[in-house]
Nanobody, 123 residues
């Protein structure tokens, strides 16, 4: 059974850091695009970052470039999102998701999703 489980969310003050984890089970993270998405209340789900395990290519949404870093640990079958210099506008539920082979631009092209983890940035 394919399953993605996010963890690492929490509440931090502006300027703080969190590391999100996306642990996969039931399949190995090879030849997939693994994306991180977020959804704030009343807003559409948006892509934050993605890594292609096929060739290691990474992508970042403009607002997180230079602050967030996506990485993977093949031995642990896990993808991480290191989030630094967090801002209140980063507050959202964060999800990881997969699609075959490479990263995609459309949220609808991702077919397996985790349950999400809440990130709250507030003073």
């Amino acid at each position: 059974q394919v399953q993605l489980v996010e963890s690492g969310g929490g509440s931090v003050q502006p300027g703080g850091s969190l590391r999100l984890s996306c642990a996969a089970s039931g399949f190995t993270l090879r030849n997939y695009g693994i994306g991180w998405f977020r959804q704030a209340p009343g807003k559409e789900r948006e892509g934050v970052s993605c890594i292609s395990t096929s060739d290691g290519t990474t992508y970042y949404e403009d607002s997180v470039k230079g602050r967030f870093t996506i990485s993977r640990d093949n031995a642990k079958n896990t993808v991480y999102l290191q989030m630094n210099t967090l801002k209140p506008e980063d507050t959202a539920v964060y999800y990881c998701a997969t699609r075959p082979q490479y990263c995609g631009t459309s949220v609808y092209s991702y077919d397996s999703w985790g349950q999400g983890t809440q990130v709250t940035v507030s003073s």
